[in-house]
């Protein structure tokens, strides 16, 4: 298994600069470049073409990118990510800041939709044609199509005007810091959001995954040596259905760093997501280089996770 | 060892003259595949619904546009926050837009965007994915390197700095953001395919047969990679949909006075407490198409799949 | 005097008795009658063999033995007894005392037969433990003790792995181990070799005898394999479109065969040794389900097919404990009303003979 793992992190690393090349290259292409609002009529060009100096925008891009991605990595430096144009922050402090929200946000969406996904999904799939399961099996079609603002936004309108149960928007209440119950009293609507469409998803993967196991020949071989249904169905057929299921968990990973741009921004939730979507607008470039960099090798963690999560808990897969 | 000789008639001639074929009461009535398609499509009610209900969206968001013309657009400050009419049903917005016209006009554009995008995605998809599954080797791998990159990305991510950085607001920069970031998964897909029915029989008896490469790749592999390659773009199409939706929301794609239900969702989000109906119409429309588009999708995915299991 | 409940010669007893089973497929394009009134009967300790084309009822009559029939199929009237015991009388829990206790069902594709997940062991000491309250030290060891039966080297080892790392055969003997590790009364073994390569199929009978002697255990042996029918069986039951055309000892269906199905399936083997220019093969298909014809449902291939056979054939004696559906006589002549004779007076004629029978 480990000479599993070397080989596939030695074959993520060209795809690793692959990205950071593709994204380099996006930012580049774009017009303008990060001095732009600087060029009003007021500002002499001997002092733009300074600044364009000080940046080290003049350098031949192979320059710029080789040194850019060197730093890259040196995660120990403080600058190593650069500085925000927007706030002169430095980049790494500001992403290392919102990355526990983001986690804290998108982690407690993911227990809660494996906590109601999976039952819900089992019963679909074991009840199967009966009204309870078309009636699963359309809630979950319907919940897997709404896109995730409108739920966001409707779940918002609900939960914090209808109800005025909770809070509209931010982490925590102004002149609360930390405190557990304030925060999670904040996360219940943008994880109601996020949880919502997770589990419509993952609850129609579950049952598709039981449906194809328990018509298996090893089933019929369970209940001909005289197990009872319950039996079958929850060690026989709910073992092997879940297999598939377990690689998803890998495939969440990335999300736990990407966050959810839209969700956090509709309920200007203080993550990764918000952080994208302002850093996009102000032409924030240290950020977006940083945060897609970012998102990036998770997404590729994440595969990697879920194949060796799957290497483990089947047993015909030999790495 | 005695046995009768079931091949001689019997003497009495009872069977002389005897037909040896086949009767045809023993043979199951023979069905063409595309036959069998429309029939398992159309036992999927929902999918059937939808179709119904997606094609008189299509009739009415190309037909009122049309008819209007330019009124979505058109202001009239006489109208500001007025009710329900004859004319607009669906009231008037802030800057006296008639909203039932604008929210037509809109559902064109995430239509068009949509369709196109999709088609974009299919194309690029099944090409890239056909040479590499067909080919292999290091042609097979250097594509799939590519694939892997763009895939490594969060799609709307990559969209959303695209469309930032090449033109906020421009219908066609999106539609090829969307274009460029989706063909990846129908490449794989296309590719999948064409990995499995590469050693088929029928695909060794072209080769044999000295069938060129484009004609096999054409003829005879593409057509039965385009059962999931269809399904996977019914189902691209909602999310074309969405994403537009969602860059229009967050001030990225279409920006107003052009409508598209995005935007007029951002703006109904002022509108929460004073009007709140104006976050349902353009809502309950995008959920409307979003679910038409996967019904639709689902149905297509059960009709055209070959390995139905028909209990008998 | 016998009816159609047929009886071989079963010195010791019967052990299972099936009465006019009725098991009926309610699909979309109509009523599939999979098995239609099939009777018969397995001795104690005797081998019955069911031979028949794909499709002509004979594994759905063992699925309905174990009552392990799903929608859309039902088991319409009938009686099944064991021993003493109304199989379709019992309700579910009691029916799974009966299944892998009493009767064990071995199946033809043993790879897809074992669950992948768990060990070759664990799913044996399972079959145990279900039926037997023993401990789990205890289990193991009877585990290990059946697998080395089967014959399977290295049986504490092979214990613990996985149906993926064993060979096809024997993955089968792991599921003859597991079938017979609660000692039943009766096996069903569903096409047990065909998919086996040849070599390893005679090693699998070879043990299915061995067994069958030191267990004393009856066995419903289903094929569409005469060999194998050669080899293992001590009666026959021939099938055809979910109805019994003949039953008797083996001896007498490989020798004496009345029916002409049967006459066209031994006449079909190929032999080693004779030349021939070609394969003798019954004409014509399987008639389909949805539409059967009326009258004889082998008549359309029969080169003996005459007017009467329009009308249902009884299911009668022709020698003693043989039963065969057809018309002829039991010499293999046309009935007395004659091969030439006009529909109506067929028909007539039937009618009588069939009250006859």
């Known amino acids: ?319 | 060892m005695e046995r009768a000789d079931l091949t001689t008639p019997l003497a009495s001639g009872a069977l002389a003259g005897a037909p040896a074929e086949i009767d045809e009461v023993d043979l199951v009535p023979v069905r063409t595949y595309w036959q069998m398609v429309r029939e398992r499509f159309m036992q999927h009610r929902l999918a059937v619904m939808s179709l119904v209900i997606l094609a008189v969206l299509i009739v009415f968001s190309i037909a009122v546009p049309a008819l209007t013309g330019d009124a979505y657009r058109r202001s009239n400050l006489a109208y500001v926050d007025a009710g329900p009419s004859l004319t607009a049903p669906l009231g008037y917005n802030e800057i006296g837009q008639n909203q039932s016209v604008a929210l037509m006009k809109a559902t064109q554009n995430s239509l068009i965007i949509g369709f196109v995008s999709v088609l974009i995605i299919g194309s690029i998809g099944s090409l890239v994915g056909s040479i590499a599954g067909y080919a292999g080797g290091w042609v097979d791998n250097l594509l799939m390197r590519a694939v892997d990159v763009v895939l490594s990305l969060p799609f709307f991510f990559l969209i959303l700095i695209i469309v930032a950085f090449f033109g906020v607001g421009d219908v066609r920069v999106i539609i090829i953001a969307i274009g460029i970031t989706g063909w990846t998964v129908a490449a794989r897909l296309v590719r999948a395919e064409f990995l499995r029915i590469r050693e088929a029989d029928y695909v060794q008896a072209a080769r044999a047969l000295g069938v060129g490469h484009r004609r096999i790749i054409v003829r005879h592999m593409l057509p039965s990679a385009m059962a999931p390659l269809v399904v996977a773009c019914a189902l691209g199409v909602a999310d074309a949909i969405i994403t537009e939706a969602a860059l229009s929301y967050l001030g990225f794609g279409i920006a107003r006075p052009e409508p598209s239900l995005g935007n007029m969702l951002n703006n109904a989000r002022e509108y929460f407490y004073a009007n709140p109906e104006r976050i349902f119409y353009p809502g309950i429309l995008l959920i409307l198409l979003v679910l038409c588009a996967s019904f639709l999708g689902d149905g297509l995915r059960d009709a055209l799949d070959p390995r139905q299991k028909v209990k008998a | 005097m016998t009816g159609d409940n047929g009886r071989f010669a079963t010195p010791g007893g019967d052990l299972l008795g099936i009465e006019d089973l009725r098991t009926y497929f309610y699909t979309r394009d109509g009523v599939v009658k999979a098995v239609d009134g099939v009777s018969f009967v397995i001795g104690n300790g005797r081998t019955l063999g069911l031979v028949g084309e794909s499709g002509c009822g004979k594994s759905i009559t063992a699925l309905s033995v174990m009552r392990l029939i799903e929608r859309p199929g039902r088991i319409e009237t009938g009686a099944i007894r064991l021993g003493d015991l109304d199989l379709l009388a019992l309700d579910e829990e009691q029916m799974r005392g009966v299944r892998g206790a009493r009767i064990s069902m071995i199946f033809q594709e043993p790879m897809t037969s074992l669950n992948p997940v768990f060990t070759c062991g664990d799913q044996i000491s399972e079959a145990i433990t279900v039926h037997e309250s023993i401990g789990r030290t205890e289990a193991s060891e009877r585990t290990i003790e059946m697998l080395a039966q089967v014959g399977i080297p290295d049986a504490k080892r092979r214990a613990h792995e996985y149906p993926h790392q064993l060979s096809g055969g024997m993955r089968q003997r792991v599921m003859i181990a597991m079938a017979l590790s609660t000692h039943p009364e009766l096996l069903i073994a569903d096409e047990p070799t065909t998919a086996l390569d040849v070599t390893i199929q005679a090693q699998i009978l070879e043990l299915m005898k061995e067994l069958r002697e030191r267990n004393r255990m009856a066995i419903m042996l289903i094929t569409h394999d005469l060999g194998v029918i050669a080899e293992m069986a001590d009666d026959v039951v021939v099938m055809y479109a979910g109805k019994v055309v003949e039953q008797a000892d083996a001896f007498t269906v490989f020798e004496r065969s009345h029916h002409p199905y049967t006459r066209g399936l031994l006449a079909s083997i190929p032999r080693l040794g004779v030349k021939r220019e070609r394969l003798e093969v019954i004409r014509g298909v399987v008639p389909n389900p949805l539409n059967l014809p009326a009258g004889c449902l082998f008549k359309r291939r029969c080169a003996y097919a005459m007017a009467i056979c329009d009308n249902p054939p009884p299911f009668r004696e022709v020698a003693d404990g043989h039963l065969s559906r057809c018309w002829l006589t039991p010499a293999g002549e046309p009935p007395s009303v004659g091969a030439e004779a006009d529909p109506e007076t067929a028909a007539a004629a039937a009618a009588e003979l069939s009250m006859e029978a």
């Open chain 1, 1 to 319: 298994m480990t000479t599993y793992v070397m080989r596939r992190i030695i074959q993520a690393i060209p795809i690793v600069f692959g990205i950071s090349i593709l994204i380099f290259l996006i930012v580049q292409l774009a017009p303008g470049d990060p001095t732009d609002r600087f060029r009003t009529p007021r500002v002499r060009p001997e002092t733009i073409a300074n600044l364009i100096r000080l940046y080290g925008l003049d350098r031949p891009l192979p320059e710029q990118y080789f040194s850019w991605i060197t730093a890259f990595f040196q995660v120990w430096r403080v600058e190593c990510w650069g500085y925000s144009l927007k706030t002169g922050e430095p980049v790494r402090d500001m992403i290392f800041g919102r990355l526990p929200n983001t986690a804290l946000l998108m982690g407690t969406a993911e227990i809660v939709t494996i906590l109601f996904a999976i039952p819900i999904g089992i019963v679909a799939a074991v009840k199967q044609y009966s009204l309870l399961d078309k009636v699963i099996s359309v809630f979950a079609t319907i919940g897997y199509a709404i896109p995730s603002f409108i739920l966001g936004i409707y779940v918002m309108y609900f939960g914090g005007v209808v109800l005025g149960w909770f809070p509209l928007f931010g982490m925590q209440s102004l002149g609360k810091s930390g405190e557990p119950l304030d925060i999670a009293w904040h996360l219940v609507l943008p994880v109601t959001s996020l949880a919502i469409q997770s589990i419509a998803g993952w609850a129609r993967y579950v049952r598709t995954s039981m449906l194809e196991t328990m018509h298996q020949d090893y089933v019929r071989t369970a209940r001909a040596k005289g197990l009872a249904g319950s039996r079958v169905i929850g060690k026989h057929a709910l073992r092997n259905a879940l297999l598939p299921v377990v690689t998803l968990l890998g495939l969440a990973l990335p999300s736990l760093v990407a966050g959810a741009v839209i969700t956090e921004s509709i309920f200007s939730y203080p993550g990764i997501g918000s952080l994208t979507i302002n850093s996009v607008t102000a032409n924030d470039f240290p950020v977006i280089y940083a945060v897609g960099m970012l998102v990036g090798i998770f997404v590729i963690l994440g595969n990697l996770l879920a194949d060796v999560l799957y290497g483990l808990v089947d047993p015909r897969i030999k790495y």
